[in-house]
């Protein structure tokens, strides 16, 4: 009986064979000047063209020219790569003309034209310089991603928010469940954004509306700044006795800004606890020398509820929990007036927005007792002017925001009767307004008064109101000293 594998006969370039062909011999091509390579890895050497080992009908290598040449590359010598903005144009080409034209016009292979213009709409989708849609991999712990995707959507349907931390707290769990010990799966941040990748998951964040600044924006800020400087350079401040004092609302529930969800949905859906609008009302205050004044917490309600609340804060109530000109008056007494260096003979300057309790005349007489003098901001401009909108309040509510999501993931929550988390103890939440009072830095303090152009140099202030001036129709003015209470009537 023949040997089976007689049937299959290699080429002849590959080795002296014992049997006898039954596929034609290839013709001589000594006289074409070309060679026929003995080996498949000395295939990317040749030149361009179609195979001769093909046209001479060797068995065995029935592709096609452009499939030959896709893969191996023969036209090139080497492999490239191109990236999606390139791919779209050769698209874009070939529809206006054909694949074979395309290819010649960007030199590429008319295989790769035909398979870029399969895939289209995910060229169209993806960004102009990625190269290649090798599609979601696995990852090492798939079970863990499938049952933290499963936790984003249960909470999706649900309407509440969830942030990456939250992911990462619950993938820790997951793993602890199924005994994977905590140094073979650590649930980092990055494995957060590729499991997210994987399940086709984004950050979605709240649109906060900017303040509109008003048209005469320069001239405002002209006006503000030589009145800073007359004051200064009439009364000599010292830098621990220029302040900027505010009141801010600190709502007691703390919704997230950010949530996972589905990549290319634009209205997302977020229920909340239903008490975002329950809040308190904090009169902050910091000194150009970084230091901070104690807080000053206005409760809503006709009394101040039992309890256990940090030291180093002023609690108050009020009916609305708004800040009045009677609490401001209390403030003055109890915070302003009791700040290190606070003597009667030290002249200090208060810059307060333009809220109708803070210009009263009773509050003016309060702080003319106290040896201060009032700046007021103008109206529109406390987004650009006032330390605490510049310094403070992000970090503040960032911070607060980071306790309340903690303490909402560390479970054990007190139930209402509809089935919702109760909101925290009013000590605790007023804890979390102490640290994240404490958390702010001296140095950025010091910082948002050189900014606002506070606490700067006097000198460089003078090239700073140089500078603006020459914005103004006709180049303006060279800077003069004015009223110190200029600012003050004119609001």
Not at 177 to 204: H, Q, T, V
Not at 239 to 250: F, K, R, S, Y
Request: charged share 25%; net charge neutral; with cysteine.
């Amino acid at each position: 009986m023949e040997n089976e594998e007689s049937d299959v006969k290699p080429p002849d370039w590959v080795g002296p064979v014992n049997t006898a062909s039954q596929f034609p011999q290839p013709q001589h091509l000594d006289s074409y000047g070309l060679r026929l390579p003995r080996d498949i890895t000395e295939l990317p050497e040749w030149g361009e063209g179609y195979p001769f080992y093909m046209a001479m009908g060797f068995p065995g290598y029935d592709l096609s020219a452009d499939d030959l040449a896709g893969k191996f590359q023969f036209s090139r010598g080497m492999r490239r790569s191109y990236d999606a903005g390139f791919k779209l144009m050769v698209v874009e080409y070939a529809e206006s003309t054909n694949n074979c034209q395309a290819a010649k016009q960007f030199g590429v292979l008319e295989k790769n034209v035909r398979d870029w213009r399969k895939v289209k709409p995910q060229l169209q989708n993806a960004h102009a310089m990625r190269r290649a849609f090798r599609g979601p991999k696995n990852g090492r712990f798939a079970l863990v991603d499938q049952r933290v995707a499963e936790y984003v959507r249960y909470m999706q349907a649900k309407g509440d928010p969830i942030t990456r931390e939250a992911m990462q707290l619950k993938a820790l769990e997951i793993a602890q469940e199924m005994n994977i010990p905590e140094k073979g799966f650590k649930a980092s941040l990055g494995w957060c954004r590729r499991m997210m990748r994987r399940y086709d998951l984004s950050l979605r964040h709240k649109v906060p509306v900017p303040q509109q600044l008003p048209e005469d924006l320069t001239e405002k800020l002209v006006t503000y700044q030589r009145s800073v400087l007359a004051l200064r350079r009439a009364h000599d401040y010292q830098v621990a006795q220029m302040g900027n004092a505010d009141e801010t609302p600190i709502c007691l529930e703390v919704p997230s800004r950010v949530t996972v969800d589905n990549q290319g949905e634009k209205p997302v859906l977020v229920k909340t606890p239903g008490r975002e609008k329950l809040k308190i009302t904090a009169m902050l205050g910091v000194l150009a020398d970084g230091r901070k004044l104690p807080p000053y917490i206005i409760l809503r309600g006709t009394y101040i509820p039992p309890g256990k609340f940090p030291s180093g804060m002023e609690i108050r109530c009020h009916r609305y929990g708004w800040m009045t000109e009677d609490l401001m008056q209390d403030w003055l007494e109890v915070v302003w007036r009791r700040r290190t260096g606070a003597v009667p003979k030290q002249r200090g300057m208060l810059i307060l927005n333009g809220f109708r309790g803070h210009a009263t005349d009773s509050v003016k007489s309060s702080m003319e007792s106290m040896s201060t003098d009032m700046v007021i901001i103008p109206g529109g401009l406390t987004s650009q002017l006032q330390v605490l909108d510049v310094v403070v309040y992000k970090p503040l509510n960032d911070s607060v925001r980071a306790q309340y999501s903690n303490w909402l993931l560390a479970g054990n929550l007190a139930l209402s009767p509809t089935g919702n988390a109760k909101k925290p103890p009013l000590g605790l939440f007023l804890e979390w307004v102490m640290v994240a009072w404490n958390s702010i830095s001296s140095e950025s303090i010091v910082q948002g008064f050189k900014k606002c152009h506070i606490s700067s140099n006097l000198e460089d202030e003078d090239d700073v109101l140089w500078e603006i001036e020459s914005e103004l129709p006709g180049g303006g003015e060279p800077p003069k000293e004015c009223d110190t209470e200029s600012l003050t009537e004119s609001n």
